[in-house]
């Protein structure tokens, strides 16, 4: 009997079977189940490895690497802001900006008018500040820089007051004393978890004070004997006061809107925090928004100025292409028009217009009924913001079983009460006949 290694394919054989993917990573995944056989083999000279068992293991890592590529997927979870699937998805403005200006040479930091050169800060953040009412803005990679950049910027190596009961961890990895530290800033930390007084911050300002930091405790809630200090109160100490909000609600009155959803509670408005006196804002561009992926910083013009100017603010600068889709979304806001912004057309779907979409994707499939939900605003923030919903339940005796074969077809879903259930709040109504499809097939392949 000869070496078995040598009845194995030659990579051209095992090619032949593969597709799907350009030429280079196919030949890739054929060496490499042509690798795993040769080295079974030499452990086992009996192993069962063949033509058959290299092409189908070779199909594998074709199909493990297609999977993994980005793309699109079906968001049935009920959750908006869902930073796992993407956070906010961008309306189609903000597209056919990013489209244009992306395709093209732009005016990113070129005033055509005169020639001269201009700054990436003209056009996003100039907007977002008009549209609060803020003196100036920029736009940067996302609201932990945007922290860091004016931690780092206006009070390195001096101090910043931080109420105890706002040293939050949001997300994972967002540490607001680990960005402090990260910042060069020294943190004096004052209060108590759930009281922070206006008296604790005066007993703790001194000559080296160079920032008030409050911070919105975007991912959980306290309840009970609480106080904290409003920025009204603490925007009177001379310090600037900086906010960071977080969810980017750039005015709680949600003029955008024909009513204020009773769901926001008391969201913090990026407007009303600059009305209050605070001299810097920061948030996040796909949060509540509903943008792409930045972080933005408004407030006094002086003080925009040093971040801008910071060092760190080219270790962070947003791309063309953000900048031209955040503009179009401050567009957007500039004009009143929240049918711009996909964010807002799901949060704000009529209970009945759900219903009906649920009704029709229902129809004929098997255990499936139409049932009251509740969605959520976000991905580790906003807790508490519930937004009644309708969706389609799955009765099965296997939820994990119907969610998997779900996700084999690009839809997430979520599993309640034993059931798998699909919220039509977070689902494209362009997507509906996609998801009906998926729904079909799923619960027929089990
Ligand atoms: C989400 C959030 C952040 C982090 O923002 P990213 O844009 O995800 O970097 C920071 N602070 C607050 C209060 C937040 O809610």
Redesign the pocket.
């Known amino acids: 009997m000869g070496d078995p290694r040598r009845a194995l394919p030659a990579v051209e054989r095992v090619l032949t079977d593969l597709q799907g993917l350009p030429h280079g990573l196919l030949v890739q995944c054929a060496r490499e189940a042509l690798e795993d056989a040769r080295r079974r083999l030499t452990e086992d000279p009996a192993a069962p490895v063949g033509t058959a068992e290299v092409v189908a293991d070779a199909r594998r890592r074709v199909e493990g690497l297609r999977s993994g590529l980005l793309r699109p997927v079906l968001n049935a979870t009920g959750v908006l802001v869902h930073t796992n699937l993407g956070r906010a998805p961008l309306g189609d403005d903000a597209l056919d900006a990013a489209a244009r200006v992306g395709g093209a040479y732009s005016n990113l930091e070129y005033r055509v008018g005169t020639g001269e050169r201009g700054s990436r800060h003209e056009h996003a953040g100039a907007l977002l500040a008009r549209a609060c009412g803020a003196e100036a803005g920029i736009a940067v990679n996302?609201?932990?820089?945007a922290?860091l950049l004016a931690l780092a910027a206006l009070a390195r190596d001096r101090e910043v007051i931080v109420s105890r009961g706002e040293l939050v961890e949001?997300?994972g990895g967002?540490r607001v004393p680990e960005i402090m530290a990260e910042s060069g800033t020294r943190l004096v930390e004052v209060g108590t978890t759930n009281r922070t007084r206006l008296a604790d911050y005066t007993g703790a300002r001194r000559a080296e004070t160079a920032l008030i930091l409050k911070?919105?405790a975007?991912n959980y809630r306290m309840i009970g004997f609480t106080e904290s200090t409003p920025v009204s109160e603490l925007a009177g100490l001379g310090p600037p006061v900086m906010v960071?909000?977080?969810?980017g609600l750039l005015d709680d009155t949600t003029p955008w809107l024909d009513q204020r959803p009773s769901w926001l509670h008391d969201e913090p408005g990026v407007r009303q925090a600059l009305e209050a006196g605070a001299a810097l804002v920061t948030f996040?561009g796909?949060?509540l928004l509903g943008g792409p992926?930045a972080?933005v910083v408004l407030g006094r013009a002086d003080l925009v100025a040093t971040v801008a100017r910071h060092p760190l603010a080219r270790a962070v600068r947003a791309d063309k292409l953000t900048l031209a889709a955040l503009q179009a979304v401050a567009l957007a806001y500039l004009d009143g028009d929240a049918t711009r912004i996909p964010l807002w057309r799901m949060a704000t779907a009529s209970l009945d217009e759900l219903a009906a979409r649920a009704e029709r994707t229902a129809a004929g499939i098997d255990g499936a009924k139409v049932v009251d939900t509740q969605a959520v605003a976000g991905g580790g923030?906003l807790p508490g913001l519930t937004i009644p919903s309708v969706g389609v339940a799955l009765d099965t005796p296997a939820p994990d079983e119907l969610l998997a074969a779900l996700r084999r077809r690009d839809v997430v879903a979520r599993v309640e009460s034993d059931a798998v259930l699909c919220d039509l709040r977070t689902v494209d109504p362009r997507d509906d006949e996609r998801l009906r499809d998926a729904l079909a097939a799923a619960t027929m392949s089990r």
């Open positions: 996302n609201n932990a820089a922290v949001i997300g967002f911070v919105h975007s960071d909000v977080g969810s996040s796909d949060k992926q972080g923030s």
